[in-house]
């Protein structure tokens, strides 16, 4: 916080007019302006940072981080005349943050002479290059079907009780791109988790080794939840350098973002502003997307950026606004369903809605197999198949399906137990992925393969088979 | 208003500024804030204050900056140069943008639209002594290789030509001056006009929309066509493949001009386009699509109130060329956003909010927006037609179709492309429900099908003829009928098990799968089946039904429904859209059906 103070450029006001919950109203203060930081001393001998979110000619509408539990009228706000910035060198990489970028692993702080504002700037679309390089995750469900690229950004919509956290402790593990030594750096911010789930992802991180090619940024459950908002943006600008500036390629692991939004709510119903869909507020697709949008290729500049937010649905439902807004922003979604965790399928991926849209441009010849993107759309095709029958043969029995139904709902469990169901620490090849999809394929005629090209077809379908009818 | 006035910023929210102390401020008019000269328009004035909102973050302004009325309304610059231009929402060129600030966008950045150094060959087309006014062609500049660029006196202009003359200008360099008492005025390779008003076209112009617009997607074409000049909405939940039905109609349909709005979109895909059109040839004019096109993208971390202000950007360089005599399609996604940001402004302004949180006029804003499509004669001589065709994406919340947006747009745009999850979910796309989604275009574009369709079928050759339907409209209602009564058997099989339907119905189900598999389900990005010409759809519904109608005729005489599922053919069936030998593939596909089928009617003697 002596940091903090430092950078003021002096301007100090003694007194405010009101403290309604985290926004303070201040009078007769002068040049201040929008969006500034400010440091909040009250009487109790605590500091507080804010942010001034209206202004007008003397007064202030400024938001408070840290708590307003003891603050009084008679508080001394001073401003720092900036934005919120960091410093930034390549001192931050194996070191652990609190939400608001104060160290918390013991060590000094951060000092440099480069500073960023945390809320960035948007990249020029006409600066961005396409994202085509697959990242192998060694999950097969991820990898045959919803393939991740560098410089994408793809959510795992998930349920509290479900193993996302294991899922991507999974990945950050074994991510690596085809044909590539160099490994990703881990940004992981944490946005109101517990602390035993921060505490998993730290030992998980020290355990492969990760933790120095890391950042870590905690916003935990009973930290000041309004901080929230900063953690995201502070991870990001974190990430824009290392990925940038340093050349790294940079997986940024943000967790959970429900959490974030609801942050927002708050401040929103704070502010009395008129609200959307759920009380929250009709920003919440703007905010979500500046966010989300900070993830990329640029042209000149070596390294990326890769997103993968967490997001836990309230009650499971993907049209809450959250998910909702966040699948219209990112670029898919990674589906976790309650009902297959239930059966013990780990990862518990729901693939019909699941969606990775930049799959297309990053798989095939060359980057990883010509057939993969026909054998995935026949996987879907098959799977989807296999689902209705399965409904079905809840009502009518198995014995009422059509034989060609049998096929397909047996083509259904196998998919469930073989492809998408793997070990936690096993790290499949996408060759591995692809022939297990080719085996269970097999179970279907092959005229039935009417997404598949016939001439890989002839190449890959299992001559011998494993038709065990 | 010509003058620039100078006043000072009372209060900052978010991207709306108060400010004071310009008497004659007027609502539209541009200003600049602060040291940085952020952009905003003027959308409130009062006695003492007004209210603009910012195109710019608005970080770090202070109450007691300047802010000054430069006296001008937000225009568009329109002129040669415009296509295969990236733009972000207010006009400025990203090219250009990226080369000032790097690859992020900086506030404060001023861009023009079209280089200003770049010249251009005009040769006249008009002489010294004639008189010339508003719309008036005057020459022309090669734009492209395949698009000539008219130049048109502006709307608000005319007089007697003192001066023009063939050579190479610059956008503000004047290729013609006009005298009218004494007053010059002059013609240039730009003109600028306020993108929120509509440019106007020849009194009483308005055409009737009775020409398709071929788009090469067999869903739209067959099923629900829209016409030149018509408005399609395309509403959908995530996932369900808006933008890439977008990109496919941007891509393949008939219009000589495609202006493609990213509004609040997502920066990658907007690069996909970058990187996509340059190289995809189109298929009428053999050269680069990027070439017809113009992108407007502003994504959506851009600042809220430019994405307002990109649609009417859009529209109004649409209007630019539909008065050239071209046919413009305009692609807005998506239309959501748009009004999200009128939502957002007017929370800011705390106006009283209507449904959903948005203000009371969103549906007049809608219905302005639709109805600047339309096919006209336009301004000027010589004579010319134009059309502006508006397809808008609608990303409803949660997917449902009973919110705001999607029904005041349902409201005012004449086709409705609905998107549907479930078949998104099992990746059947485009995911356009052939049950929910409607054209009410189609009655009056089945006349003009039915010309076109008489021309396929002679294109179609000899083997066609005489076993066509009568028309069209017969093969296209049989087809829908067969599709609507699938899903009725589909919910009664869901409950009972394919198996203990009749074959006759079981038949229905087969074609019915057979319709979505073999032609409404399109391969995007598969090299022949991107784009399907018209003969080639005609033709595919042609020879589905004509098996339909055979089998149909088995089924009844007792052929098992099993055995008719087993010809090989079905399967060739599902995969013919792929085939590269287009009609012929079809012909001989026909041909062995045929012979499949005389080989049952043997085996059960029913020759």
Partial sequence: MESMLSKTHGLVSRGLQEIRGSLVMIDNVENVGYDELVTIRAPDGAERMGRVLEVGRGKAVIQIFGGEMGMQTDSIVSFTGSAFKIPLSDEILGRIFNGIFEPIDGSPPIVSSEQEDINGNPINPRARIYPNNF?????????????????????????????????????????????????????????????????????????????????IILNLADDPAIERLFTPRIALTAAEYIAFKLGMHVLVILSDMTNYAEVLRELSA???????????????????????????????????????????????????????????????????????????????????????????????????????????????????????????????????????????????????????????????????????????????????????????????????????? | MVESRTGEVRWISGSVVVGSGIRDIEMGEIVEVGKDRLVGEVIRVGAEEFTAQLYENTTGVKPGEEIIGVGKRLVAELGVGLLGNILDGVGRALDRIKLQTGPFIARGVRVNTLPREKKWHFKPLMKKGEDAG????????????????????????????????????????????????????????????????????????????????????????????????????????????????????????????????????????????????????DPRTKRPLMERTILIANTSNMPVAAREASIYLGVTMGEYYRDQGYDVAMMADSTSRWAEALREISGRLEEMPAEGGYPAYLPDRVAEFYERAGRVRALGSPERQGSVTIIGAVSPPGGDFNEPVTIHTLRFTGVFWALDRDLAYSRHFPAIHWLKSYSLYVDRLLTSWAQSYSQYADRIAEYWKGRLETDFSQLRGKALKILGESAE??????????????????????????????????????????????????????LLLEFYDKASHLVQRGVPIERIKSIPQIPKLERAKEDRSGIQGLQRLSEEIENELAKIRQEYNLV
């Avoid at chain 1, 085809?178 to 490994?183: A, H, N, Q, R, S």
């Avoid at chain 2, 198996?499 to 229905?508: E, F, T, V």
């Fill in chain 2, 489 to 542: 058997i589909e919910s009664i099989a869901r409950i009972m098990g394919e198996r203990a339907l009749p074959d006759d119905q079981r038949l229905i189900l087969l074609e019915s799968e057979l319709i979505k598999e073999a032609f409404l389900r399109q391969f995007a990005y598969h090299e022949v089946d991107a784009f399907c010409e018209m003969e080639k759809q005609v033709a595919m519904l042609q």
């Fill in chain 1, 135 to 215: 990242i192998q995750t060694g999950v097969s469900a991820i990898d045959g079907m919803l393939s991740l690229v560098r410089g994408q950004k793809l959510p795992i919509f998930s349920e509290s009780g479900l193993p996302h956290n294991r899922l991507i402790a999974q990945i950050s593990r074994q991510a690596s791109v085809l044909g590539e030594k160099e490994e990703f750096a881990l940004v992981f911010s944490a946005m109101g988790l517990r602390h035993d789930e921060a505490q998993y992802f730290i030992d998980e991180f020290r355990r492969s080794g990760a933790l120095e090619r890391s950042v």
């Fill in chain 2, 134 to 281: 508003p719309g008036d062609i005057v020459g022309t500049v090669q734009e492209m290789p395949v698009l000539v660029h008219k130049v048109m006196v502006p709307p608000n202009l005319s007089g007697r030509i003192t001066q023009i003359s063939e050579g190479d200008f610059t956008v503000e360099e004047p290729v013609a001056t006009l005298e009218r008492d004494g007053k010059k005025g002059y013609v240039r390779l730009m003109q600028e006009w306020p993108i929120r008003i509509p440019r106007p076209f020849a009194p009483g112009g308005r055409l009737p929309l009775d020409e398709p617009l071929v788009t090469g997607q067999r869903v739209i074409d067959t099923f629900f066509p829209i016409p030149k000049g018509g408005t399609a909405s395309i509403p959908g939940g995530f996932g369900t493949g808006k933008t890439v039905m977008l990109h496919q109609l941007a891509k393949w349909c008939a219009a000589q001009v495609i202006v493609y709005v990213g509004c609040g979109e997502r920066g990658n895909e907007m690069c996909e386009v970058l990187t996509d059109f340059p190289e995809l040839m």
């Fill in chain 1, 270 to 469: 704070a502010r009395e502003e008129v609200p959307s869909r759920k009380g929250y507020p009709g920003y919440l697709y703007s905010d979500l997307a500046s966010i989300y949008e900070r993830a990329g290729i640029i042209e000149g500049l070596p390294g990326s950026l890769t997103q993968m937010p967490i997001l836990t649905m309230p009650g499971g439902d993907i049209q809450h606004p959250i998910p909702d807004l966040s699948g219209y922003i990112t670029e898919g979604q990674i589906f976790l369903d309650r009902e297959m965790y239930m059966k013990g399928v780990y990862p518990p991926i729901n693939v019909l809605p699941s969606l990775s849209r930049l799959m297309r441009k990053g798989i095939g010849k060359g980057k990883t197999r010509e057939d993969h993107g026909d054998v995935a759309d026949q996987l879907y095709g098959a799977y989807s198949r296999g689902r209705q029958a399965r409904d079905l043969s809840r009502i009518v029995g198995e014995i009422g399906l059509s034989e060609d139904e049998k096929l397909y709902l047996k083509f259904a469990e196998r998919f469930e137990t073989q492809f998408i169901s793997q070990g936690e620490y096993e790290n499949r090849t996408i060759e591995r992925t692809l022939d297990i999809a080719w085996e269970l394929l097999s179970i279907l005629p092959e005229k039935a393969l009417t997404r598949i090209r016939e001439e890989y077809i002839a190449k890959y379908y299992p001559k011998t088979g494993v038709k065990q009818r």
